[in-house]
């Protein structure tokens, strides 16, 4: 047998056999679907939201997907226009019991959604009795027809510490506060939850997005009937930005709080990613919904594996290793510059790079129409690396760095 990387961590004073989690949405709406993840290799498990029927009605819309194709690439993006559970609040508590109950050792967190003080301490407690380990607040889902709820609650950061208070006063259990991507700066929003007593902060919801426009009749997709909306956008697509949300948690001194990233996981090295810009438990979503439970095989192998070649005992020795890297931009030094190298070699004469440094650099690559090779004008380049970017051959163009305090080159705009 191979060995294993100890993958466990510690979140919210709650034990995980590892970090990997389904995050509330369809993949966790019942328990034969929960405990099929569960045996799959999942760590935890955030159900599908629950809400109170006598507070919302629930519109699901049909169809309610549209994708995000780009080029020949399918699905790097989706949009869904999907709501909390529409399930009755009765059958998805007795599941959650039974879940618990086949499943002691695997981690359940009670994602919920009330309407008033009432509804979130009725949700509380009704999950806490059912045996639920953590409760995730959904202040951010941005297609909630009610004006007091989902990502306009999450964006209102009163509201948030107050429904966080409530939450606090009607269970023991630890409390994780879900953010809305749709707001400029997380940090108020999270800190609120911080005041009214999150242990935690998850994050991202999904981004209020238009992903495609059906051009024979000019309605943008989903096409619901003859109509659409800008609702939840996640996947691969919104990786970058989830990423960025997290390291501002994680370097904001003032939050200090553990955090579950969210935002297009599908390999062990998005999880890496997200563990080095500070999260300590992953969820995912759109990558089950494209690939299935199973995905969670290659993360554990490929994290483990890297863990074992890399001597790492615990996660906790990476978790916000590469924030250390970031600075402000204004702290950037300009005395070390970069300058493109081809390799003559690999190059296969496209031109590409002589195209893009035309058009959109410094006029620093030549391109001889004779030998059809690519070369650098060295006292012209300026580093951007738009040619290596753009070279269509893997590792053709790299680059070596120059101390300007002695060279001859500097950027000559
Ligand atoms: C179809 C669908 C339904 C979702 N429903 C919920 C929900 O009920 N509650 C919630 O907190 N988030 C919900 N989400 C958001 C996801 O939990 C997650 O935050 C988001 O999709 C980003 O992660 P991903 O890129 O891995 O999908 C939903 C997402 C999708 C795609």
Not at 60 to 67: E, F, G, K, T
Not at 265 to 273: N, S
Request: net charge neutral.
């Amino acid at each position: 047998m191979t060995k294993k990387a100890d993958l466990s961590i510690n979140f919210c004073g709650v034990k995980f056999e590892n970090p990997f989690c389904l995050s509330s949405s369809p993949v966790g709406n019942h328990a034969e679907m929960c405990s099929r993840a569960y045996d799959a290799g999942w760590g935890g498990i955030v159900y599908k939201t629950l809400g109170l029927e006598k507070s919302f009605k629930v519109v699901m819309p049909s169809p309610r997907l549209s994708v995000y194709n780009y080029g020949n690439k399918k699905f790097v993006g989706l949009q869904n226009a999907e709501q909390i559970t529409d399930r009755p609040i009765k059958d998805n508590i007795r599941d959650i019991a039974l879940l618990k109950k086949n499943y002691p050792n695997k981690i359940l967190i009670s994602s919920i959604m009330g309407y008033t003080d009432e509804d979130w301490s009725e949700l509380a407690k009704m999950s806490e009795d059912a045996g639920a380990d953590i409760l995730e607040l959904n202040f951010s889902c941005p297609q909630m027809a009610h004006k007091s709820a989902g990502h306009r609650v999450g964006q209102d950061f009163h509201a948030v510490a107050a429904f966080t208070e409530v939450v606090k006063k009607s269970s023991k259990l630890p409390v994780i506060a879900k953010m809305t991507p749709n707001i400029t700066d997380m940090i108020p929003v999270a800190i609120a939850a911080k005041e009214g007593g999150a242990d935690a902060i998850s994050a991202i919801n999904t981004i209020k997005a238009i992903t495609d426009i059906d051009i024979n009749n000019f309605t943008p997709l989903p096409n619901i009937h003859g109509h659409s909306a800008a609702t939840g956008f996640s996947g691969p697509s919104v990786k970058p930005v989830a990423m960025r949300f997290v390291s501002d948690l994680y370097n904001s001194k003032d939050l200090n709080l553990p955090i579950s990233a969210i935002g297009g996981i599908e390999t062990w090295i998005d999880a890496l990613h997200f563990l080095l810009l500070g999260a300590t438990n992953l969820q995912v979503t759109t990558g089950i919904l494209r690939y299935g439970y199973r995905i969670v095989e290659d993360m554990i192998e490929g994290l483990s594996d890297f863990m074992i070649e890399r001597n790492i005992k615990s996660l906790n020795e990476i978790i916000g290793k590469a924030t250390e890297k970031i600075v402000d931009p204004s702290e950037f030094t300009t005395r070390y510059q970069v300058i493109s190298v081809i390799d003559e070699e690999k190059c296969i004469g496209c031109g590409q790079c002589y195209i893009s440094c035309q058009d959109g650099a410094n006029q620093a690559i030549k391109f001889d129409p004779k030998t059809r090779k690519a070369s650098v004008d060295e006292e012209r380049c300026v580093g951007c690396l738009l040619c290596k970017h753009v070279c269509p051959v893997w590792d053709c163009i790299s680059y070596k760095e120059v101390d300007t305090k002695n060279a001859k080159h500097a950027a000559i705009f």
